[in-house]
């Protein structure tokens, strides 16, 4: 009679896979280390390229990042706006103070970039309402200027809250209003709708340095 054996079962193999450590190498790497033994091109390689290659969420959080810095920027620069290097008090004052999430930026003359006052004189009696708007965005510019030396970074900027316009004035000029749109047209232009804002338009007897308007500024930032 013959005996006929059955084939040894197969065994079944494990294989484990070394863990990463802190600093890329896996555990093979660091025990050859420990024994002397220079690591294998092979226990290195995975890590490294485990290493070098981003999660997709940073990848993403960093595209997003250079998408969105800069937008404000970007804007000025399309609207052909250079801001000026702020003003400096010409009296007991500072240009802005910070309370929390809001900037109160101190009233600014209608100065360009050189420092020379846009419009002088009076409303209604010889500066145009045209130029009155002129020199409303002047001053809109400068409460920026001053805005970013506050913030550093106009993008951090969730909202104008509120624009205080002074108009130098004759007493039977009436459009104050409408000179005070060249300031909040402005913002509006750069922020969007984070431009739209509370506003008081008076119309003053005087103005320092006979300037024709003057404005000031109430922000909210991040």
Do not use: W
Request: hydrophobic residues 40%; contains cysteine.
């Amino acid at each position: 009679m013959r005996i006929v054996s059955s084939p040894p079962a197969r065994r079944k193999h494990r294989v484990l896979i070394p863990a990463m450590q802190p600093g890329g190498l896996h555990a093979s790497s660091r025990c050859a280390k420990r024994r002397g033994r220079r690591p294998e091109r092979g226990d290195t390689a995975e890590a490294g390229a485990i290493a070098n290659v981003p999660s997709s969420t940073s990848a993403l959080h960093i595209e997003r990042n250079e998408i969105m810095a800069g937008t404000v920027e970007r804007k000025l620069s399309e609207l052909e706006i250079t801001l000026p290097t702020p003003a400096s008090p010409v009296a007991n004052y500072i240009p802005f103070v910070r309370s929390g999430a809001l900037i109160f930026v101190s009233g600014q003359i209608c100065l360009d970039a050189a420092g020379k006052v846009v419009a002088k004189g009076k409303l209604g009696a010889g500066v145009s309402v045209e130029d009155g708007q002129k020199a409303a965005r002047a001053c809109a510019t400068n409460l920026l200027a001053q805005l970013k030396a506050a913030v550093g970074d106009l993008d951090k900027v969730a909202r104008v809250v509120r624009l205080g316009g002074f108009i130098n004035s004759d007493p039977s000029f009436l459009e104050g209003p409408k000179v005070m749109n060249g300031a909040s047209d402005l913002m509006v232009a750069v922020f969007g709708d984070k431009g739209r804002h509370s506003r008081t338009t008076v119309g003053v007897a005087v103005l320092p340095g006979d300037a024709a308007v003057e404005v000031d500024g109430v922000f909210e930032v991040t």
